[in-house]
């Protein structure tokens, strides 16, 4: 019971952990060449973690021709390009207190994207609790390419 306990306490404090993407929203546009920033938020919580790292790629969901959206593939999982990977250091923004704690990255869309839709993949990989249990999750959202 105590085990159980322990475990449903651990599972908890592990989705209590999970981060977003603030932005860009949902079907943002982008231009080849062009840098955006990719805001990676993790909400606060109680429950102590540390932070090890995160991957962000872009993915086009199109294929050659661009014309297949992103809700005809399974884009979990599926970093595609990679554009950063390294430390992730979450903070409170001076002027913007409404914000999570986050870090902004800025990633530069691949010159040689096409037309289309291209999924957002943002990898997480932490340590949570006091046993330091390792956590990993994966979050997208889709942008159009134009
Ligand atoms: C999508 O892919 C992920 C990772 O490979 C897998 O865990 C998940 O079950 C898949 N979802 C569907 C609906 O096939
Ligand atoms: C991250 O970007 C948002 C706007 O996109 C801004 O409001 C916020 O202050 C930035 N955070 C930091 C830590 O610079
Ligand atoms: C654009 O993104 C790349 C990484 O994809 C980064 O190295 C570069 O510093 C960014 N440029 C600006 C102006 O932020
Ligand atoms: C991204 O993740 C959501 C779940 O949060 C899922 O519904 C969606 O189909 C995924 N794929 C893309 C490309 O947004």
Do not use: K, R
């Given at each position: 019971m105590k085990s159980f306990l322990t475990l449903a306490a651990l599972a908890a404090s592990a989705l209590a952990q999970s981060v977003n993407i603030g932005?860009?929203?949902?079907m943002s546009t982008v231009t080849p060449g062009n840098n955006i920033t990719v805001q990676v938020n993790r909400p606060n919580t109680l429950t102590g973690s540390q932070e090890v790292a995160i991957a962000i790629g872009l993915f086009?969901?199109?294929?050659?021709?661009?014309?297949?959206?992103?809700?005809?593939?399974?884009?979990?999982?599926v970093l595609g390009n990679v554009l950063y990977t390294g430390p992730y250091n979450p903070q409170y923004a001076d002027g913007a207190p409404?914000?999570?704690?986050h870090q902004n990255f800025s990633v530069q869309v691949p010159s040689t994207f096409k037309s289309g839709q291209v999924s957002l993949g943002v990898a997480h990989f932490a340590l949570v609790g006091a046993s330091m249990m390792p956590i990993y999750e994966f979050v997208n959202t889709t942008l159009v390419v134009q």
């Open positions: 932005s860009p929203a949902d086009p969901c199109g294929g050659t021709d661009g014309q297949t959206p992103c809700a005809a593939t399974n884009t979990t999982g409404s914000l999570p704690p």
